[in-house]
């Protein structure tokens, strides 16, 4: 029993005479150890949990005797565990409240016609708050997943799990060898050309999601009857409802029905990998990398994401069996600001331990965050698409996330029974905690700066190309070795070169034994021939000087850069080839990417030092002084490193990774010396990061948002 005895408001309902209706089916469950009765009533697909205690109170109850009378009853019997009269109260009102209770007393016509109201204002309320969530239904499964039953025992068997596993594998298998591609045509996947295929792949894919539920539901015994379409963000999906499966006893077997969708998807996407891997260029090998990312990428970011009430949500509730989790990790939170903030002492928490409370807190505040951040994300999605409708949205958002909670909050602490003789405390505390709230999000001046990519170039460095054509036949210097100017780095061979000097050689020979001739027999043929001679011999001296470049010499001082140079030993390499890079001991500087909202707060400000964290090496800081901007935008990135494709932040042209989605500008800093040698820095990717006068949290949200608005949408 929780609570006192005897309640004042016992008087409303202790002559009533109510049973349960006689259609409400009844399921023991266990929930963390404890026996609970799952009340459904397949009329109007609700569903109850209570426990032992208040179960035996409910099957008491009958028309011939009143509330108050089996009440009494069960506390003569059970004096220990007997409900209290609040607690019947609330069991009572949340049992009418779901229609599973039948009245022998007359009705109120009056009450009957207002709580019919009630659930009507509830009922479009909760439409409203819901416009991007609609649900439609159409169609009851029932009687096909009757008919498909010996097929869906068939697939959902022992079998049926091995050739899931193989299929998952195989097409596991075929996606690492192929991640690289895969990478470049997830790219264009949003392109308007592929949008037709995407949606219809979206709809055909989630069909088999749902139907996936459905079957998974009817394998272990529960029925179907409810499916249709939910408009998500204004786009039409099919939806299912599998709400008989909270009567399973065995957690696992609900487990399994919250997973089937995404069960059935990542099969389907592990078929369509395998395809997509096996065809070339054209609708079906389209159709099939539409099929693969939709089933795999997407269906685990949105399906396997447990703070969105979709599948995870649902695996994530029974896993831990806490049902109906979200609503509870709400009221958990209540009853915390209630009992430890506001000092209310009758009132229990809806958690049965503290293991559970642990859970219902840490689920209520990121799923509050993330619904926040979710709604955020859609409505800038819209706002990108149709920007009257993405207004409508944040202001929707506004109501509901800012407006609403604020109205229901005063109206709460103003007009809440449950507060009495609290209510001066929970002015203070409220009063408080909005203080605190607005102290730090207005005026405490909080940390600003800026983060900014960037690689780290040694002054003065050369990169070393190959001057002509040829076969890498010896290297001379290895990686990391110190070099002096004009040292032998490397020397090429070129066949095709060396016998076309010996040609021109013989050719040379011949000419002058033909002069020779022409000098004793015929004067007339001296003029040609001499000529000839000339050309030959400049012929000669330019291929003798293309021999000369075959040795690859160091034009300045400092380490040999070439980690990667040994396989190309032997190996033909053409004109222009990048062969390694000479880095001199010389001053070292960060060249950092910045945005035009980042450069704008540069420019404001006279802030000429910073840090720098290298990528991978966080013990290393070094100082940045003499940090300037440079007052032009750019396209191209300082190294390819930074973009996609070299393992940067920075979305990037696909065809050379190097051009930039969007214009930039570029901050140079020097950097200080000594910590580290020079050639092994040089290439490194890092953060600039620089430190701007503090400014409120509500100020940097403020400059964040106009910047934003005025980049995105130019307003």
Avoid at 24 to 32: D, H, I, P, T
Avoid at 34 to 39: A, D, Q, R
Avoid at 388 to 411: C, M, Q, V
Avoid at 579 to 607: C, Y
Wanted: charged share 20%; net charge neutral; glycine share 6%.
């Amino acid at each position: 029993m929780q609570g006192n005895l005897f309640s004042e408001s016992w008087y409303r309902i202790a002559d009533l005479r109510v049973n349960l209706l006689y259609t409400v089916r009844v399921q023991k469950q266990l929930f963390r150890g404890s026996t609970f009765y799952v009340l459904h009533d397949p009329f109007n697909n609700r569903f109850f949990r209570v426990r032992p205690e208040a179960y035996e109170f409910l099957i008491r109850l009958n028309a011939d005797q009143t509330v108050e009378q089996t009440w009494e009853e069960c506390l003569k019997i059970r004096p220990d565990d007997t409900p209290t009269q609040d607690e019947v109260i609330r069991l009572l009102s949340q049992l009418h409240h779901g229609n599973l209770l039948y009245f022998q007393n007359k009705g109120d016509s009056e009450r009957l016609f207002e709580r019919y109201k009630e659930g009507r204002k509830r009922f479009f309320t909760s439409t409203f708050m819901s416009i991007l969530f609609l649900k439609i239904p159409l169609w009851d499964p029932e009687q096909f997943l009757k008919k498909s039953k010996p097929i869906i025992d068939l697939l959902i068997s022992v079998p049926g799990l091995i050739i899931w596993i193989l299929v998952v594998c195989l097409g596991a298998t075929v996606a690492i060898s192929n991640f690289r591609e895969l990478f470049e045509q997830s790219q264009g996947m949003l392109a308007p050309s592929n949008l037709v295929y995407l949606y219809i792949c979206l709809v055909s894919l989630k069909v088999f999601h749902e139907l996936g539920h459905a079957a998974m539901t009817k394998r272990f015994g529960g029925e179907v009857h409810t499916m249709g379409i939910m408009f998500l963000v204004f786009t039409p999906l099919p939806y299912m409802d599998a709400s008989s499966s909270w009567a399973f006893r065995n957690k696992w077997h609900r487990v399994l029905v919250g997973a089937a969708g995404m069960i059935v998807e990542l099969f389907f996407a592990s078929i369509a990998v395998w395809i997509w891997a096996n065809s070339g260029e054209g609708l079906v090998r389209g159709i099939a990398f539409n099929v693969m990312m939709i089933g795999s990428i997407s269906s685990f970011f949105f399906n396997g994401n447990p703070l969105t009430r979709l599948d995870s949500y649902y695996i994530l509730s029974d896993w831990l069996e806490i049902p109906n989790l979200a609503e509870r990790a709400k009221k958990q939170w209540f009853y915390c600001i209630e009992h430890l903030l506001y000092g209310i002492k009758e009132i229990f928490p809806p958690a049965d331990s503290l293991s559970e409370g642990f859970w219902l807190l840490l689920y209520g505040f990121f799923s509050f965050l993330y619904r926040i951040l979710i709604s955020i994300a859609i409505a800038m999605f819209v706002l990108d698409q149709w920007f009257e409708a993405g207004i409508l949205i944040l202001i929707l958002s506004l109501f509901a996330w800012i407006l609403r909670p604020i109205w229901k909050g005063l109206t709460y602490l103003f007009t809440d029974q449950r507060l009495g003789r609290q209510r001066k405390r929970a002015y203070l505390v409220t009063s408080l905690v909005v203080g605190a709230a607005v102290f730090g999000l207005c005026i405490y001046p909080a940390s600003d700066g800026i983060r900014a990519p960037g690689v780290i170039q040694a002054q003065g460095f050369l990169t070393v190309y190959t001057p002509v054509a040829g076969i890498l036949h010896e290297i001379k210097v290895r990686t990391g070795q110190r070099i002096s100017k004009g040292d032998l780095l490397m020397s090429l061979e070129n066949p095709e070169l060396e016998l076309e000097i010996r040609a021109t050689e013989a050719q040379l020979a011949e000419s002058r034994a033909l002069e020779l001739k022409a000098r004793k027999i015929d004067i007339a043929d001296l003029k040609p021939i001499a000529e000839r001679l000339k050309f030959l011999e400049r012929k000669v001296l330019r291929l003798e000087g293309k021999k000369i470049q075959h040795d690859i010499l160091a034009q300045v001082d400092g380490h040999w850069v070439a980690p990667d140079l040994d396989k190309y030993k032997n190996v033909w390499l053409s004109l222009g080839s990048e062969l390694g890079a000479i880095i001199p001991d010389d001053e070292m500087r960060f060249f950092a990417v910045v945005s035009q909202e980042q450069a704008s707060n540069l420019f404001s400000h006279t802030k000429s030092s910073g840090e720098v964290k290298i990528y991978g090496r966080e013990e290393f800081t070094l100082a940045a002084s003499s940090v300037q901007v440079i007052p032009f935008e750019r396209k191209q990135l300082p190294s390819v490193a930074l973009g996609w494709f070299g393992g940067g932040s920075i979305q990037v042209n696909q065809q050379d990774g190097m051009t930039t989605a969007e214009s930039f500008f570029e901050v140079h800093a020097s950097l200080e010396q000594g910590i580290a040698p020079v050639s092994l820095l040089h290439g490194r990717t890092g953060e600039l990061r620089i430190d701007l006068p503090p400014k409120s949290l509500w100020e940097q949200l403020r400059r964040g948002t106009v910047q934003l608005m005025q980049r995105r949408y130019k307003i």
